[in-house]
T-cell receptor
Framework: SQQGEEDPQALSIQEGENATMNCSYK?????LQWYRQNSGRGLVHLIL?????REKHSGRLRVTLDTSKKSSSLLITASRAADTASYFC???????????FGTGTRLTIIP | DVKVTQSSRYLVKRTGEKVFLECVQD?????MFWYRQDPGLGLRLIYF???????EKGDIPEGYSVSREKKERFSLILESASTNQTSMYLC?????????????FGPGTRLTVT
């Protein structure tokens, strides 16, 4: 079963704009992770946020976590053409060692 | 950098054939995983392994088996390939000491069963 659900499913923005993607999940989690996948390739880990953290930054990425709403958001600032990819959230529920992935957001940056 | 390699990028097999997908990681990770990825369904876990000769079923193990004889290598086996196993297969590894840590993925194998 899918634990995480991303929203929107697809997003197109102009280069230089900010992109925001959201993820909702159903059960309590140990941590939540975001991954990027370029077309036809493997996934690359971007950032991990633990359940006791509310916000985390990494370069142009900002992730927030609201455990009361069971949701997270990924913000990419000053987008570049190279950011064009699919983005997935993945959750690690308590008492479970496995990552459960959502279906992803397809981000297209228009030059 | 962690490197996870998969034996083939593209593979075409016939229905009923036995198929082996190999995955090797070079960072001494304890955990290894096999996923399949299908449009609209995201990544689904087939099997994972915490250690040599240990394996656990994931969400969709039917029609698959795995083998982990060495720490660095995790094989996915399709005993009798069927057309509904046409998919992208992704291998990943992670540390056990931080068992809920990030996973490192291979480039994927796109398998077509005809």
């Amino acid at each position: 079963s899918q634990q995480g659900e991303e929203d929107p499913q697809a997003l197109s923005i102009q280069e230089g704009e900010n992109a925001t993607m959201n993820c909702s999940y159903k059960t309590s989690i140990n941590n939540l992770q975001w991954y990027r996948q370029n077309s036809g390739r493997g996934l690359v880990h971007l950032i991990l946020i633990r359940s006791n953290e509310r916000e985390k930054h990494s370069g142009r990425l900002r992730v927030t976590l609201d455990t009361s709403k069971k949701s997270s958001s990924l913000l990419i600032t000053a987008s570049r053409a190279a950011d064009t990819a699919s983005y997935f959230c993945a959750t690690v529920p308590f008492g479970n060692e496995k990552l459960t992935f959502g279906t992803g957001t397809r981000l297209t940056i228009i030059p | 950098d962690v490197k996870v390699t998969q034996s083939s990028r593209y593979l075409v097999k016939r229905t009923g054939e036995k198929v082996f997908l190999e995955c090797v990681q070079d960072m001494d990770h304890e955990n290894m995983f096999w996923y399949r990825q299908d449009p609209g369904l995201g990544l689904r876990l087939i099997y994972f392994s915490y250690d040599v000769k240990m394996k656990e079923k994931g969400d969709i193990p039917e029609g698959y088996s795995v083998s982990r004889e060495k720490k660095e290598r995790f094989s996915l086996i399709l005993e009798s390939a069927s057309t509904n196993q046409t998919s992208m297969y992704l291998c990943a590894s992670s540390l056990l000491s931080e068992s809920r840590s990030e996973q490192y993925f291979g480039p994927g194998t796109r398998l077509t069963v005809t």
